[in-house]
């Protein structure tokens, strides 16, 4: 995926990108302020490189450092979104929901037909998130989570058929 910039209705402009090395320090920044039980850098710089993980950061003025960044992990006609997180001051601007877009286009491309994710619980705004972007709730995994021990929620979003496959599937948009 190359980069591609949007412009939201109060005209700020962001860039999406992929990730390299040296972001790494500002995305730990984020995902220590963001997570009770945050990724160390190491986590993160496995998955710098491309396919199978997708790894995406987001640019924001005024200074176009890292506002945010989405991890998603693509295995044959599945992917598990494993990460996302926006800077809390950047928050509520519409970039979660434009890297999510994003990598969904992205994994249809690569043949991708169900995403999946868990949640904790109680993440209100990032079940407000996934239900945005048509994830539905498909099942619970009891206690998954620490630092505090929480239940995740599953959920999945069925991904659009390519343009070609067509005729090969009825069933696109089958949750939505
Ligand atoms: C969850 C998170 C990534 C959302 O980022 P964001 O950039 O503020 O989200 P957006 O502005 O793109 O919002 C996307 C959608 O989610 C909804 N949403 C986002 N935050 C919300 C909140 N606090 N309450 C209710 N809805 C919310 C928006 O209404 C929006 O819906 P719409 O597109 O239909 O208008 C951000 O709050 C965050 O980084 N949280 C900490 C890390 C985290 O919890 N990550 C998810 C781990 S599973």
Redesign the pocket.
Known sequence: MGSHAWTSPDNVTALLRSAVDADLNDIVE?ERS??ADPWTEESFRRLLGGHPAIFQVVENPPDFRVA?YVIAFAIGEDAE?L??????K???????????DAVLIELGGLGVRTAF????ES????R??????GFIEIGRRRNYYRRPVEDALVMRRILEVAEGDKEKSAGSFADR
């Open positions: 984020i963001s997570f945010g979104l990460n996302v997180a926006v800077e809390s950047f928050r509520g601007r519409g970039l979660a929901g434009r890297m999510l994710l868990e949640v904790r993440n209100s705004a990032a407000a998130l996934y239900g945005s972007r």
